[in-house]
C-alpha cells in the first residue's frame, strides 16, 4: 500500500537591521521615532508548511530555518535534508515558486535521487497561492514592526519568537493554508 504524501509549501524570506515601518499610535505632537543604524546585515530564513492529504487529523506543520545571509542551491539542499528529517521520510510533494536556485542543475540533479521528494512549481507572479507568504506577513505586522536593533541576533530571536507564536496557534497555520482557497481535504462523495 502506498503512503500518502504530505503537501508541502516552501519560501524564504529575509530580515535585516533596517526595521519594518508600521503604522502605530502615539499622543498628540508626539511623534514616534525610529532610530537605526543603515546596515544591511541580512538573516535568510526558509519555512516549509505542510498539511497530510489524508489525514487532517494529523494538523498543519511548520519547519523553520534561519541562517546568515541570503540562501543559494548548496544551503537550500542542507534546508530540504532538514525538511526530509523533520516530515520523517513520509512522501513530500514540495510547492514552491521559481526562484533560479529552485530550479537549477544541482538542485535538480539532488532532487532526482530523493525517493520521497517531488517538486511543483507555483505559477508565476503568484504569492497570494503560497501560505507561506501570509506567515512572511503575519511576523513583519508583529513581531518584526518598527522594531529598529543594532544586532542581527535580537531580530532573528523576533523572527523566531513570531514563528513559535504561530506553531502555538492550532488556528493560524490552518488559516494560511486555507486562506490560498485550495480544497486541503476535499468532501469524498457519498455512494
Known sequence: MKKRAWKVFF???????LPQVRRTYAPRDHTPLLRHRLNWKRAGMAAALGYHAADPGRGPRLCFHLKPGSYDTTSLIAVLE??????????VVL?????SAHWSRAMRAWAADQDWLTLERLPAYAPELNPVELLWSAINTRELANLADNHLADVAD?????????CTNKQLPW?????TGMTIHPKHPQN
Open 82 to 91: 532538514q525538511v526530509k528529517t523533520f516530515y520523517a521520510g513520509d512522501p
Open 158 to 166: 523576533a523572527a523566531e519568537s513570531g514563528i513559535n507564536r504561530v
Open 11 to 17: 519560501d524564504e524570506s529575509g530580515v535585516s537591521l
Open 175 to 179: 488559516s494560511f493554508l486555507t486562506h
Open 95 to 99: 510547492v514552491w515558486d521559481g526562484l
